[in-house]
């Protein structure tokens, strides 16, 4: 057992969860490439298989006592980039518009530039809020639904409304999300020029 039994994060690397974690990344471009040529079942069943060990990689971690940093790096790359390729391979084949891509990629990388902005100022990044959690799930969701209608047209009069309101609604509460992720930037960055102030008037008191 780790540190992780009373709370404390492990550094340990390789753990079982850490290896369903990286299973699960190998697997993006296999599921790319199957969603690119118009595989969709198959693409499915890959889907599939990537939430099933997404859930028994953090069961198996908290049941062990076996939570990592790397861990809690690698499940939500996992998340975004199987997003991404969902995206990617389905606006390739024009059943979804380009825009939306970069809707959702645009947002990633507003936030990429936030953390460098907060690492320049000495912090790390920020806790995920739940609205990105929410923004998350929606798109989850939303692109397994639109591939179910190709893969099975017998099911698209009802597959296709359901994952393309999903789709559109987590686009928006993920850009949302992106600015109470800027705001709270800018509220930190700001502190120990608030803290430095503060003492300064202190000393001159």
């Not at 990429?112 to 809020?129: E, T």
């Not at 099975?152 to 597959?159: A, D, H, I, N, T």
């Not at 850009?175 to 000393?203: H, K, N, Q």
Request: with cysteine.
């Amino acid at each position: 057992m780790t540190g992780a039994a009373n709370g404390v994060v492990s550094d340990r690397v390789l753990t079982l969860p850490n290896v369903l974690s990286f299973l699960r990344l190998l697997l993006v471009p296999v599921f790319l490439v199957l969603l690119a040529q118009g595989a969709d079942a198959w693409a499915l069943v890959i889907l599939s298989i990537s939430s099933f060990t997404d859930w028994l990689d953090g069961f198996l971690a908290r049941r062990w006592h076996q939570i990592t940093r790397l861990g809690q790096l690698l499940d939500p790359a996992a998340d975004r980039l199987y997003i991404f390729a969902a995206l990617i391979g389905l606006a390739w084949r024009d059943l979804v518009p380009w825009w939306i891509v970069l809707v959702v990629v645009g947002r990633d990388v507003f936030l990429l530039v936030l953390g460098v902005i907060l690492a320049n100022f000495g912090f790390g990044p920020l806790p995920v809020h739940q609205l990105g959690k929410v923004a998350t799930f929606c798109l989850f969701y939303a692109l397994p639904m639109i591939m179910l209608g190709q893969a099975f047209p017998q099911l698209e009069w009802w597959s296709q409304p359901v994952g393309w309101a999903f789709a559109i609604w987590g686009a928006f509460v993920y850009w949302w999300a992106g600015i109470i992720y800027a705001i709270e930037t800018m509220r930190v960055i700001r502190l120990p020029r608030v803290f430095e102030g503060v003492s300064s008037d202190t000393l001159e008191g």
